[in-house]
Nanobody
Framework: QVQLVESGGGLVQTGGSLRLSCAAS????????MGWFRQAPGKHREFVAA????????YNADSVRGRFTISRDNAKNTVYLQMNSLKPEDTAVYYC?????????????????WGQGTQVTVSS
C-alpha cells in the first residue's frame, strides 16, 4: 500500500513558478513509477509528467514540455514537479500517482495509488 500527500500548490501570477511535492509512504516507492496529472473544472483529468523508478525515463505532456520538470528523491520518498512560466491554463487541481511498475505511463488508469490533490491557480 502506498499513501501519497501533495503539497506546494497555491496562487501565482502568470509567468511565476511553483514547486509541487508528493510525499509517499510505504516501502515500494523506490520501485514505483510516479506521475503527475491535473484536472481543471469541467475537464477530464489529463497527464502532465511521469518518471520511472530510477528517474532516468521521463515523459512530459506537450503542453508543459520546456516549462515543467518532474524529478524524484528516492531517499526522501518524494516526487517533485517544478513548474515555471505558469499560464492561466495551468490552473487545475494537481494529483500525484504511483504505479506498481518500473516505468511511468500517460494513462491515468494504469496508476494504482492517488493523492488527494493540491490546487494551483494562475492569475492573469
Amino acid at each position: 500500500q502506498v499513501q501519497l500527500v501533495e503539497s506546494g500548490g497555491g496562487l501565482v501570477q502568470t509567468g511565476g513558478s511553483l514547486r509541487l511535492s508528493c510525499a509517499a509512504s510505504g516501502r515500494t516507492f523506490s520501485t514505483s513509477a510516479m506521475g503527475w496529472f491535473r484536472q481543471a473544472p469541467g475537464k477530464h483529468r489529463e497527464f502532465v509528467a511521469a518518471i520511472s523508478w530510477s528517474g532516468l525515463v521521463i515523459y512530459n505532456a506537450d503542453s508543459v514540455r520546456g516549462r515543467f520538470t518532474i524529478s524524484r528523491d528516492n531517499a526522501k520518498n518524494t516526487v517533485y514537479l517544478q513548474m515555471n512560466s505558469l499560464k492561466p491554463e495551468d490552473t487545475a487541481v494537481y494529483y500525484c500517482a504511483a504505479r506498481r511498475n518500473a516505468y511511468g505511463s500517460r494513462f491515468s488508469w494504469e496508476y494504482d495509488y492517488w493523492g488527494q490533490g493540491t490546487q494551483v491557480t494562475v492569475s492573469s
